[in-house]
């Protein structure tokens, strides 16, 4: 059962900054349309293209500077 208060934001994600969001477990993610094949330029990063995801933060407990930290993380792992 779904909770009225999940937030949900529309992003543009390139492969990558997606995958954060596929490990993180407070946050579902889905591709908003699976058929589209125009790459546009990842919200994150804007220096990779992407598709565009639903992301829907299942608790508010958490703020938006996780992600910007485990995005600095895995940025600094990958070089
Ligand atoms: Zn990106």
């Given at each position: 059962m779904q909770q009225k208060s999940t937030q949900e934001m529309e992003l543009c994600l390139c492969a990558s900054c997606a995958g954060i969001f596929y490990d993180m477990p407070e946050y579902r993610i889905v591709r908003?349309?699976?058929?589209?094949v125009e790459k546009e330029p990842?919200?994150?990063?804007?220096?990779r293209l992407g598709y565009d995801f639903i992301i829907t933060r299942k608790?508010?407990?958490?703020?938006d500077e996780n992600v910007r930290n485990r995005m600095m993380e895995r940025r600094r792992q990958n070089g």
């Open positions: 908003k349309n699976p058929y589209q990842c919200t994150y990063c804007s220096c608790s508010s407990m958490r703020n």
